[in-house]
């Protein structure tokens, strides 16, 4: 039984012609095997190839289910909140479809990394900074057009270096007030919706 939110790994993918009950199809298919993280149930589904190759949906990978029951991929970031007295550090995106939209830095999770781990690593290669991670903010679950994002955000401080902006193509320190007034990514307004919130319970 395939769940909502319930996060696969992919175990294997075969033509829909091995494995899979024949349907009635309009486009080329395939058998996707998954394997469930919390039951360990295997499930196989058919998937339109178009559907994994636009999702980038592979053997290895982790998957999940949107509330629509659609696939997508499954995808693990962390984000730092820095800040800095009254002032939260705020980057422009320098690449890809959301480019010059503003966001929190961070990054992905890598296999064998903590949370904490990635943030340091990522946050150093993106800003040339060494950071303290500080308490969990909240965990965002979003649904992109071809993936989930599942991103920790914590609150953080710079404890060594100088910031250089390595990938993004702008940066801003803002006070909470002042935060909305940026184009955010969609993920990252949740973000800076809780952020403002605390910021006027005087949190």
């Not at 992905?108 to 800003?127: C, N, W």
């Amino acid at each position: 039984m395939i769940r909502k939110m319930e996060i696969y790994k992919v175990l294997q993918i075969t033509e829909a012609d091995y494995g899979c009950e024949e349907t009635d199809r309009k486009a080329p298919e395939a058998c996707v095997k998954l394997q469930s993280e919390t039951t360990s149930e295997v499930n196989y589904i058919d998937v339109p190839e178009a559907i994994l190759a636009e999702r980038g949906i592979l053997e290895e990978k982790r998957v999940c289910f949107d509330k629509d029951g659609n696939l997508h991929k499954y995808v693990r970031v962390v984000a730092a909140v820095i800040r800095e007295g009254d002032k939260i550090f705020a980057t422009a995106r320098g690449y890809g479809e959301y480019k010059g939209h503003w966001e929190f830095p961070g990054g992905k999770i890598e296999e064998g990394e903590t949370p904490q781990e990635a943030l340091i690593r990522e946050i150093h290669e993106e800003l040339a900074v060494e950071i303290s991670v500080e308490d969990l903010i909240m965990t965002i679950e979003y649904d992109y057009p071809t993936f989930h994002l599942s991103m920790d955000c914590f609150w953080a401080k710079i404890e060594a270096g100088q910031i250089e902006l390595k990938e993004a193509e702008a940066a801003r320190w803002l006070t909470a007030d002042k935060l909305s007034e940026l184009d955010w990514l969609p993920a990252d307004r949740k973000l800076v919706e809780k952020i403002i919130i605390n910021s006027d319970a005087g949190q």
